[in-house]
């Protein structure tokens, strides 16, 4: 970067800004420049398109998505995380919004963040202006009870996805992820059947701290799959591109602003396009 | 960690007469790359390496007994005093009068948190702050406003079906009328590059006329943080930033970013979800925990 120019270096210098200023990481832009630089020589490629499309692989190959086709037969369970104000619980409403839709579901959403100011007046107003049920309780009570009130709630009047909403908590907060594990413990004795997939919500501006985020949870309970939300920000997001390289968790949804449509299954394409645009 | 980086960088140079080219691009290596894993923005590094590696070079250096550790002082205290800033305090008029801070930043940054703290540290200073409920967008950002305001014991005005402006103006009115002096303003969480919305808080600024426009930042916020402040600085005008949610492991160059962009100063930062945890910003602190 501030070393000395030849005429082909300055391409992947600037590549490499790119990379960087896309929230890679710059040890992460260093590895896939040079990669990029070995597999162009390799190939034999001498034009742009060629190049981009080789970096595009090597990008590509690390990103998976999510399958996010619910269960038709079984009940299906998604548990909302994250840290605090990346967009969990706007992205719950919008993920009930969104399976009505596109799978003709009757979603029921969980209002398992007992703690934060209004956090179960702002979901009831999602669920009153969607027309989707919430299940809650008072401020203060147990997430863990809340998610079990739900369940039994699906069993007495129906419900094909239940979408639980969880508080912000830092990842270094050791006392909150002991509770996140607690609450995964309650679904997983007492869904039973269920299909339970736990989808980590990472804020597209975040810088590299993303990956100790998805890290921690990840050894904590799990993740199945990533939204990243506030895409519409114009910042790359390109922390999943580590985050999926070294933890291997797939890509589910992706989502672009704040209304109910404002979220899709994640496209690996499009994403790339965008980051290298 | 970096001084052990330039520890071994410079272990050669100790006793020789000049610093090779080499351990030049060793150590601006290694600045560069601590710096932007610590998220401090690819032009902010550039700028502050070109800036600090001329010392690398110097006779102190060369001479020091152990000239990596001395480097990193270098770069350290370099960082210190970019951080700082004389104007550290909140520049609020006297109690016979009223002063308006305006709260602005991204979606979740902390504003609504930022908002209530803030006004529970007035409250304690001795101030008559009132918070005005102005996020008329978010489903129960005002219910949040109004539990925050009952939990710290700071009075939240609040106005049904109106705009955004228009409980701002009224609440200044309301202020004015009851003798608080200090209004702080809870605004919509909006993106820098949305045109309306950014048209929309210029208007507030200019209806208010704050003593204070505080940007309100994620300490996780990654590259674009420059982007963010530029354009709040540009549209409204920013007279200092909170930098919430400290208490993340983040390393928080986004700071250094935020203050090398807009040259103005970090005021305080939320080091947790508690109204008591609003702490004043100390240059040194964020100084190691961006070097790591
Ligand atoms: N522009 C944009 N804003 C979003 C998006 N998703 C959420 N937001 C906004 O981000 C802010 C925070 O969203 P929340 O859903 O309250 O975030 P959260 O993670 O539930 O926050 P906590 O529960 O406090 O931890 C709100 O103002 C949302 O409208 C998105 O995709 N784009
Ligand atoms: N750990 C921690 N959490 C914080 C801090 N400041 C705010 N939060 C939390 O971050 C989340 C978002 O805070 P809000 O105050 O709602 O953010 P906002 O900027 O008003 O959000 P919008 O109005 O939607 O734009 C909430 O869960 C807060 O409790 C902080 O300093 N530390
Ligand atoms: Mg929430
Ligand atoms: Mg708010």
């Known amino acids: 970067l501030f070393g000395k120019k030849t005429e082909g270096d300055t391409f992947f210098e600037e ?130 009870a809340v998610i079990f009130d739900t369940l039994e709630s699906v069993k007495a009047k129906g419900g094909d996805i239940i979408i639980a909403d969880t508080a912000g908590r830092m990842h270094n907060r050791s006392d909150l992820v002991r509770e996140l594990q607690k609450i995964d413990k309650v679904v997983r004795s007492r869904l039973g059947e269920g299909l339970y997939k736990k989808l980590l919500v990472i804020d597209a501006t975040t810088g590299q701290n993303g990956i100790r985020q998805a890290e921690i949870f990840h050894e904590a309970i799990g993740v199945d799959g990533i939204i990243l939300a506030k895409y519409d920000s114009d910042a790359k997001g390109g922390i999943l591109f580590s985050i999926s390289r070294t933890l291997h968790i797939p890509l589910a949804f992706i989502g672009t602003g704040e209304s109910y449509d404002d979220l899709k299954p994640f496209e690996k394409e499009a994403f790339l396009s965008s980051l290298l645009s | 960690r970096i001084t052990e980086k330039f520890t071994d960088i410079f272990r050669q140079v100790s006793g020789k007469a000049v610093i090779s080219e080499k351990n030049i691009e060793d150590t601006v290596n290694e600045i560069k790359v601590a710096l932007l894993e610590a998220d401090v923005n690819v032009r902010v590094v550039r700028r502050f390496v070109n800036h600090t590696i001329e010392e690398a070079r110097g006779e102190k250096v060369l001479k020091a007994v152990n000239p990596g550790q001395l480097f990193t002082k270098i770069v350290y205290d370099r960082m210190v005093s970019l951080l700082g800033d004389e104007r550290q305090d909140l520049d609020l008029k006297g109690p016979d009068t009223v002063s308006c801070i305006l709260m602005m930043g991204l979606q979740g940054s902390g504003k ?43 009075d939240v005005y609040r106005e049904e079906g109106s705009s955004a402006l228009t409980v701002a103006k009224n609440g200044y009115k309301h202020a004015k ?49 420059v982007d963010i402040a530029k354009e709040f600085d540009e549209r409204v005008g920013i007279t200092g930033v909170i930098l919430s949610k400290f208490d993340s492991d983040a ?31 100390y240059p040194e602190r964020i100084a190691s925990r961006i070097l790591g």
């Not at chain 1, 034999?44 to 998976?64: F, I, M, P």
């Not at chain 2, 967008?137 to 710290?152: D, K, M, T």
């Open chain 1, 15 to 144: 590549l490499e800004d790119i990379l960087i200023e896309g929230d890679l990481g710059a040890l992460s832009a260093m590895e896939i420049t040079d990669a990029l630089r070995e597999a162009v020589r390799a190939a034999r490629v001498k034009d742009r398109e060629g190049t981009l499309a080789l970096l595009k692989d090597l990008l590509g190959e690390h990103l998976s998505t999510m399958d996010t086709v619910p269960d038709s037969e079984r009940l299906n369970f998604f548990l909302i995380l994250g840290v605090n104000g990346v967009g969990k619980t706007t992205t719950a409403a919008k993920l009930a919004a969104y399976y009505r839709k596109h799978h003709a579901m009757e979603a029921v959403l969980s209002a398992a963040d007992t703690f934060r100011a209004a956090a179960i007046d702002q979901l009831l107003l999602h669920g009153t202006r969607l027309g989707i049920r919430v299940i809650h309780q008072q401020p203060g009570s147990d997430p863990g």
């Open chain 2, 177 to 225: 009328k009851q003798l608080y002096d200090t209004v702080i303003f809870d605004t919509t969480g909006r993106l820098h590059i949305d045109e309306e919305m950014m048209a929309e808080i210029a208007a507030m600024a200019k209806a208010v006329d704050p003593v204070e426009a505080l940007l309100v930042a994620d300490a996780m916020t990654g590259q674009h943080a």
């Open chain 2, 112 to 154: 609504t948190t930022s908002a209530a703290k803030l006004g529970v540290r007035l409250k304690k200073e001795g101030r008559k702050p009132l918070l005005v409920a102005a996020d008329l967008v978010r489903p129960a950002a005002v219910e949040q406003l109004a539990i925050l305001g009952s939990q710290g014991g700071v």
């Open chain 2, 251 to 281: 390393r928080g160059g986004a700071a250094l970013s935020l203050k090398s962009i807009t040259g103005k100063p970090i005021k305080f930062i939320g080091t947790g979800e508690k109204l008591d945890q609003l702490e004043v910003f």
